[in-house]
């Protein structure tokens, strides 16, 4: 356990150990200043410990009227913690912070196994100190979960391409192929990005004639379309008056939902195939190109590394040009640099919405990537173009943490001189050193790898020390963490929304209401503490106590109805009652028609309507949540509860 296998180091298993424990504090650390993070998905995760069917579809309430818009993998393990432990901050978060630890170690154990114990421990720490990766496993996302099964498929790819009986590696493509599959259970299209990269791999690689190959691929896509497909299925034959809406889809379709909003939608903007509005907005992207993946807040993300990363991907591909087919050492950038190209071209381009957060996705790719490359060239250190190509990644991260730090209104911004100092002892050193010169080779290379971990280390432990709350976290000390979407004040509406933006339908972002966080951009350009309405408590922190104590005092399935998904969070997690969303995200869903809603209340299953907010208490003008709204107010009398518009249902 401690000592590890003979065959290795000495040190691998101590340093191993040593990485996951701080992977571990800067994962845990004051974990619960974050409260629920963010409420949509909180809200649903209570939801799951008041309801099994909740928990089986992934419903935001408990009265299961509409679930949220991704499938519920994520939710399924979050909220069986929530079941054993109680309802909590912890028992949220801390599956999520475990899933980055694991992530971290699965990396370094695929890593190793074809470029050593070394590499291994700078790929598992490049991610562990990727800003992208800590915000996202201390969130409640599903992006940690769709992190550590997308890892856990390379490595099982690994094993299958390691296996010399047909029977084991084709074992090991399908477990591949399972874990893949359960990645789509938790966000959809964006786990495929890595599947490219999977396949040609073992088609490249593996043991069996290529005949073989191509039929034990074929396998693995099988047991990923059943290990996603089965839940699919199940959602699409139960009848759906016994079942929640799908929230962010069009016609009540999980398949539909999975091919437009959370598939083309989110590639070619818009609607997509026509199914489910994909969003078409890119404001908190940036713009499409090349360039995005270094710009505004993506670039504090994940881009630290990047350009070492694509350095050596491009220098190991040279250097094993001549090695025979089953190289581990090129298999492997093959491997995690087809994972980089693929993922990071797909976000530079794609044209729907796109949440700096979601390229913690890349991390894995860019650390491997990195550490596989990097190893490779110091095998050929005797020779000065590797030396030289070392120092220019030293060089080009330094350059690039530099522009970074300085446009950033962070206090520790300073820590740039520092990058740059080391910059230069590790470019001289690389550069000097020869086998002959030993010490100042290994000063050059102590230096040069702490050039690439101090500024994304910096940024790392700034995200982990402050709490995050809503539905776009950002990274950094300074950012505003609490910023949520048009949550928090009532429906805005309008068609196309997105399921965890913060971003208006028709493209603009949603503007600040009274209570809502405003910031200023840094000197980058980047708005670096802008909010959105509602902050972290969404409608909860709205409501007060006397509309909490209200629907806590309520016995109907539902203790009230609102314009919308944020909305309806907010009230949930203050209240600890079911609530009604019945227009979804941006109040543009059709989840309850208006003869529906008119039945619930008929039948005393719904006590309050609780309006207020943007634009009135419904969603679009001309949505089904609108109309519910007209009803409401043309049929039921207003009261004030707070600062909100309450009407009794039951009177």
Avoid: C
Wanted: no cysteine; glycine share 16%.
């Amino acid at each position: 356990m401690l000592r590890g296998p003979s065959e290795q180091p000495r040190w691998a298993r101590p340093a191993l150990l040593a990485l996951l424990a701080v992977t571990a504090v800067l994962s845990l650390w004051n974990l619960s200043a974050s409260g629920y993070a963010n409420d949509f998905y909180a809200a649903a995760v209570q939801a799951g410990t008041q309801s099994w069917k909740a928990w089986l579809f992934g419903s935001l309430d408990s009265g299961n009227a509409i679930t949220v818009d991704k499938p519920p993998a994520a939710l399924w393990v979050m909220t069986l913690s929530a079941r054993i432990f109680g309802f909590s901050s912890w028992s949220l978060l801390v599956p999520q912070a475990l899933m980055g630890v694991a992530s971290v170690g699965l990396l370094h154990a695929s890593v190793r196994r074809w470029a050593g114990p070394g590499a291994g421990l700078l790929a598992g720490a490049a991610l562990a100190l990727t800003p992208a990766a800590v915000l996202m496993f201390r969130f409640d996302n599903p992006d940690a979960l769709l992190v550590l099964l997308m890892v856990a498929g390379a490595y099982l790819v690994s094993r299958a391409v390691d296996a010399t009986a047909t029977k084991a590696s084709t074992r090991w493509l399908l477990l591949a192929g399972t874990a893949i599959g359960f990645a789509f259970l938790t966000k959809m299209g964006q786990a495929l990005l890595v599947v490219p990269a999977f396949g040609l791999v073992y088609l490249v690689a593996g043991a069996p004639r290529l005949r073989t190959r191509i039929l034990q691929l074929l396998g693995a896509v099988v047991a990923m379309v059943v290990s996603a497909g089965w839940f699919i299925a199940l959602v699409e034959i139960w009848p759906a008056a016994s079942r929640p809406y799908i929230g962010g889809s069009t016609t009540n379709s999980l398949l539909e939902l999975a091919l437009g909003y959370n598939g083309l939608g989110r590639l070619l903007g818009g609607s997509g195939d026509g199914g489910g509005g994909g969003g078409g907005n890119t404001s908190f992207g940036g713009a499409t190109g090349l360039t995005r993946m270094f710009t505004g807040e993506i670039g504090y993300e994940i881009s630290w590394l990047l350009p070492a990363a694509l350095i050596a991907l491009v220098a190991g591909l040279w250097l094993t040009r001549r090695a025979p087919r089953t190289d581990k050492v090129r298999v492997g950038l093959v491997l995690w640099g087809g994972w980089m190209l693929v993922s990071g071209l797909v976000f530079s381009y794609m044209s729907g919405t796109m949440h700096p957060y979601y390229t913690v996705a890349l991390a894995p790719g860019i650390a491997a990537t990195l550490a596989i490359g990097g190893r490779e060239l110091w095998r050929h250190r005797d020779r000065v173009l590797a030396r030289a190509t070392l120092a220019l990644m030293v060089a080009a991260t330094a350059v690039w943490s530099f522009v970074l730090l300085a446009g950033s209104s962070e206090s520790y911004a300073w820590v740039r001189w520092v990058v740059a100092g080391l910059a230069v002892l590790g470019v001289v050193g690389l550069l000097a050193g020869t086998r002959r010169l030993s010490r100042i080779l290994l000063v050059g290379t102590v230096a040069a790898m702490l050039t690439g971990l101090v500024g994304t280390s910096a940024y790392a432990v700034a995200t982990a020390s402050v709490a995050h709350t809503g539905s776009i976290p950002s990274v950094g000390a300074t950012s505003t963490a609490t910023s949520t979407g048009m949550g928090g004040m009532g429906g805005m509406g309008g068609p196309g929304g997105t399921g965890d933006g913060g971003e208006r339908p028709d493209g603009g972002t949603a503007p600040a209401l009274a209570g809502s966080t405003t910031g200023t951009a840094d000197s980058a350009g980047t708005d670096r503490t802008a909010g959105f309405p509602g902050g972290g408590g969404g409608m909860g922190g709205e409501a007060g106590a006397e509309l909490t104590a209200l629907l806590s005092a309520t016995d109907s399935t539902w203790s009230a109805a609102v314009g919308t998904s944020q909305s309806a969070a907010g009230l949930e997690l203050a209240s600890g009652t079911a609530v009604m969303s019945l227009g979804g995200w941006s109040g543009s869903d059709s989840a309850v028609t208006l003869e529906q809603f008119q039945q619930y209340v008929a039948n005393g299953q719904i006590h309050y309507y609780v309006g207020g907010g943007q634009g009135g208490p419904g969603g679009s003008a001309d949505g089904t949540s609108s109309r519910i709204a007209a009803w409401v107010e043309a049929n039921f009398t207003a009261t004030t509860v707070g600062s909100r518009t309450v009407y009794d249902l039951t009177a």
